[in-house]
């Protein structure tokens, strides 16, 4: 018994060092990656690359529709697919009948997610901009991204709303609410964590996508207002950190919007946490 119970305890301490060792090489990659790109761009980062526009003629480089596009496409793309993920997620948590028909859909959101972004490009080029009409712009790279991120909103609203207890509805209903107001006043305010950190998932693979936008947003790097960024060519900030590293050679200024990439995903996922902890209350 003793000799089985030293075993154990050196099992144990040697699967907690692992574990412990694990978790560090994580973390030390994390930082180290972090570390390494604020190091080479933070200090390109200047007040004339954030305010103006690239000028071939002036030979200067500016990022600023680049932001502004990007902002516009998280806008575009998150207006439309809200809706659409969270209304799904609600009809197959709480509506749904059949069993059959939640799997099928489950079945088909999860294909979704594991599409390669460079096929959702292709496709959203051949029915938004081929087959509609569209052109190249934020309108038809919103659109395309609304597919790509459709199957992250439903997963994750849906387990939420599935978190909530059995009985916060069963009570709501025993008091005379109807269906749809112990949904809409009982089950999503309690789910409103996970819709929350679906957005934020949502808006993280938006801000790093790159691929489908290219043949869908396109390579733009002139400023346009909003409107006119919906049917013209619009490059957003990792469109343009690929144009300036690969095909202009200009590193300095890609590591200056990778910096600048990560300084936005932390505000907007900062801002998203502070909404959502305000909804809660």
Same mark, same amino acid.
């Given at each position: 018994?003793?000799?089985?119970?030293?075993?154990?305890?050196?099992?144990?301490?040697?699967?907690?060092?692992?574990?412990?060792?694990?978790?560090?090489?994580?973390?030390?990659?994390?930082?180290?990656? *972090?570390?390494?790109?604020?190091?080479?761009?933070?200090?390109?980062? !200047?007040?004339?690359?954030?305010?103006?526009? !690239?000028?071939?003629? &002036?030979?200067?480089?500016?990022?600023?529709?680049? *932001?502004?596009?990007?902002?516009?496409?998280?806008?575009?793309?998150?207006?439309?697919?809200?809706?659409?993920?969270?209304?799904?997620?609600?009809?197959?948590?709480?509506?749904?009948?059949?069993?059959?028909?939640?799997?099928?859909?489950?079945?088909?959101?999860? !294909?979704?997610?594991?599409?390669?972004?460079?096929?959702?490009?292709?496709?959203?080029?051949?029915?938004?901009?081929?087959?509609?009409?569209?052109?190249? $712009?934020?309108?038809?790279?919103?659109?395309?991204?609304?597919?790509?991120?459709?199957?992250? *909103?439903?997963?994750?609203?849906? @387990?939420?709303?599935? !978190?909530?207890?059995?009985?916060?509805? @069963?009570?709501?209903?025993?008091? $005379?609410?109807?269906?749809?107001?112990?949904?809409?006043?009982? /089950?999503?305010?309690?789910?409103?964590?996970?819709? /929350?950190?679906?957005?934020?998932?949502?808006?993280?693979?938006?801000?790093? @996508?790159?691929?489908?936008?290219?043949?869908?947003?396109?390579?733009?790097?002139?400023?346009?207002?909003?409107?006119?960024?919906?049917?013209?060519?619009?490059?957003?900030?990792?469109?343009?950190?690929?144009?300036?590293?690969?095909?202009?050679? @200009?590193?300095? /200024?890609?590591?200056?919007?990778?910096?600048?990439?990560?300084?936005?995903?932390?505000? *907007?996922?900062?801002?998203?946490?502070?909404?959502?902890? &305000?909804?809660?209350?």
């Amino acid at each position: 018994m003793q000799k089985l119970s030293f075993r154990r305890s050196c099992y144990d301490k040697v699967l907690k060092f692992f574990l412990y060792l694990c978790a560090g090489l994580t973390c030390a990659l994390l930082l180290f990656v *972090i570390g390494y790109i604020f190091y080479r761009g933070l200090g390109n980062v !200047t007040w004339d690359l954030v305010s103006s526009q !690239t000028s071939y003629l &002036k030979d200067t480089i500016g990022i600023l529709p680049n *932001i502004l596009n990007t902002l516009y496409i998280i806008l575009v793309s998150m207006v439309i697919v809200l809706p659409l993920g969270v209304g799904a997620a609600i009809y197959l948590t709480e509506y749904a009948g059949s069993r059959k028909v939640v799997a099928v859909i489950e079945f088909a959101s999860e !294909t979704l997610t594991g599409i390669p972004s460079i096929i959702y490009g292709l496709v959203g080029m051949l029915f938004f901009t081929q087959l509609l009409g569209l052109k190249q $712009g934020i309108l038809a790279g919103g659109l395309t991204l609304v597919i790509m991120i459709l199957p992250t *909103i439903i997963r994750t609203t849906q @387990e939420s709303l599935k !978190t909530v207890p059995q009985s916060y509805r @069963e009570g709501a209903l025993a008091l $005379g609410a109807g269906k749809w107001h112990m949904v809409r006043t009982v /089950v999503l305010p309690n789910a409103v964590d996970g819709i /929350v950190t679906g957005c934020i998932l949502a808006i993280g693979r938006i801000v790093g @996508e790159s691929a489908a936008l290219l043949f869908t947003a396109g390579f733009g790097l002139v400023l346009n207002d909003f409107v006119t960024s919906l049917q013209a060519s619009s490059a957003t900030l990792t469109v343009a950190l690929y144009v300036y590293a690969s095909e202009r050679g @200009e590193m300095d /200024v890609a590591f200056a919007i990778a910096a600048i990439l990560m300084l936005l995903t932390l505000i *907007i996922n900062l801002s998203a946490a502070f909404v959502g902890r &305000k909804l809660k209350k």
